[in-house]
C-alpha cells in the first residue's frame, strides 16, 4: 500500500495573505489511521489530469420532498418531478466529488498512478477555489447541498495535500474550505428554531465544519462542530431514538442510520484530540449505534416506535459509520455487515473508510455512498 506522512502545513511556511495564519496556530491530530504511517511510494504509470469542470458558484435548487405549489409534504414523500429538478441540478457537482474522490481514494490505496492521481485532486480543488465556488447566491436547499460537500472537499484535502509541495496552491485551498465552513456554520447558527437546525442537517453541518477545521488547522471550526455534537448527543432518548428523525415516518430507521454517520465520525475526531466524544452524556451514542443495530437487523424495531413500516434499509446509506467504529471498539455485532459490504464508503466522510481504518482485507462487496 502506497503511505506517506501527513502533517498540516505550518502557518509559519505561507505567506498569510492566503491562510489567514492567526487561525492555523491549532495542529489537529490525524483523523484517519491509515495516513498516519504512510510512506512514499514512486508511480510506475502515468496519469493524464482532465481539466477541471468550471466552478459550480450558486446552488438554487428544490427538495425533493417537494416545495413547489403547495408540496412539501413532511419529508417524507418523494416529489418526482421535484427529484428530478433536484438531480439534475446537483449533478455537476456529484460529478466533481465522484471525480476528487476517486483520485484520492487511489493514493491512499497505492494505486500505480496515486502520486498524480492526488496532485490532479488538488488541481481540481485549486480550480474551484479560485472559481469561488460554493460561494455564490444559495437558497435553503442550497444551504443543505453546501454543508453535505463541504466534508467532501475537506476529507480530500486531508487525504492528498502531502502529495505537492505548491504551498501557494494549497493555502488557496484551505481559504476557500475555511469560506465554505464558515458560511456554513452561519447557516446553521441562524434560523435555530427550524427543524432543520436541530435534526441530521445540523450533524451534517457539524461534521462539515469540523472536517475543515481538520483541514485548516482552526479550531474555532473544530469547536463548533464538537458543542453541535454535544447538543445532538443530548437529544437521543433512553431507547436509542432521535425524535425528529421518528418523525419521518416510513423513513424513520432510514434517517436515524442518516444521522449517525457524522455523529460517530465527529466522535472519532474528538478521540483523536484529546476528547472523550463517545462518553459524553453517559455514553449517550451508543444508544443510537445500539438501535441502529438493531434496525439493521429487524427495521421494525423502529418501525414500531414510528408507527409506520419502514421502507428498505439496505440502499446505498450511511453504513460507513461501522468501520470507524469497529475499528475503535471491535463490536462482534457488525462483523456479518462489513462482511457482506466491505469496501465501504462514503464521499463526504474521507471514502473508502475500509481503507482508511485499516481492519482487514476487505470482503467483496459494493461501496456505499451517500445519497440522501
Not at 78 to 107: C, G, L, Q, W
Not at 168 to 175: F, N
Not at 179 to 192: L, M, P, R, V
Not at 199 to 222: I, M, Q, R
Request: net charge neutral; with cysteine.
Amino acid at each position: 500500500m502506497h503511505r506517506m506522512a501527513i502533517k498540516t502545513v505550518s502557518c509559519l511556511l505561507v505567506s498569510s495573505a492566503f491562510t489567514g495564519c492567526a487561525a492555523r496556530a491549532w495542529e489537529p491530530a490525524t483523523l484517519y489511521p491509515a495516513l498516519v504511517t504512510m510512506a512514499p511510494s514512486t508511480d510506475s504509470e502515468a496519469f493524464e489530469c482532465p481539466t477541471a469542470p468550471i466552478a459550480v458558484v450558486d446552488i438554487q435548487t428544490v427538495s425533493k420532498y417537494g416545495e413547489k405549489a403547495g408540496k412539501l409534504n413532511n419529508s417524507t414523500i418523494v416529489d418526482k418531478e421535484s427529484e428530478a429538478e433536484y438531480t439534475a441540478d446537483i449533478a455537476p457537482i456529484k460529478a466533481y466529488v465522484k471525480f476528487i474522490v476517486k483520485r484520492a481514494d487511489n493514493y491512499v490505496e497505492g494505486n500505480t498512478t496515486a502520486n498524480a492521481e492526488a496532485r490532479c485532486a488538488l488541481d481540481w480543488l485549486d480550480a474551484w477555489a479560485k472559481g469561488g465556488a460554493f460561494l455564490g447566491q444559495i437558497n435553503r436547499q442550497g444551504q443543505s447541498v453546501r454543508k453535505w460537500e463541504l466534508g467532501s472537499f475537506a476529507t480530500t484535502y486531508l487525504k492528498v495535500q502531502s502529495a505537492s509541495d505548491d504551498a501557494a496552491k494549497k493555502a488557496r485551498i484551505r481559504k476557500w474550505i475555511s469560506d465554505i465552513a464558515y458560511k456554513a456554520k452561519e447557516d446553521f447558527s441562524t434560523h435555530t428554531e427550524m427543524k432543520s437546525r436541530q435534526n441530521n442537517h445540523l450533524y451534517w453541518a457539524a461534521w462539515g465544519v469540523l472536517s475543515a477545521g481538520l483541514a485548516t488547522g482552526d479550531k474555532t471550526l473544530f469547536d463548533w462542530g464538537i458543542d453541535r455534537y454535544r447538543f445532538a448527543v443530548g437529544q437521543i432518548r433512553d431507547d436509542g431514538s432521535l425524535d425528529l428523525e421518528m418523525a419521518r415516518r416510513t423513513k424513520a430507521a432510514s434517517y436515524h442510520m442518516f444521522a449517525l454517520l457524522p455523529l460517530v465520525m465527529i466522535a472519532e475526531a474528538g478521540e483523536t484530540n484529546g476528547i472523550k466524544m463517545y462518553a459524553e452524556r453517559g455514553n449517550r451514542l451508543q444508544k443510537l449505534i445500539d438501535l441502529n443495530l438493531a434496525a439493521l437487523d429487524d427495521p421494525d424495531v423502529i418501525g414500531r416506535k414510528a408507527g409506520y413500516e419502514q421502507e428498505d434499509l439496505y440502499n446505498e446509506s450511511s453504513l460507513a459509520w461501522i468501520e470507524p467504529y469497529y475499528a475503535r471498539f471491535h463490536d462482534k455485532r457488525v462483523v456479518k455487515w462489513l462482511e457482506k459490504y466491505r469496501p465501504m464508503g462514503s464521499s463526504r466522510i474521507g471514502g473508502n473508510m475500509t481503507a482508511l481504518y485499516g481492519t482487514g482485507e476487505p470482503a467483496i462487496g459494493a461501496v456505499v455512498k451517500q445519497q440522501k
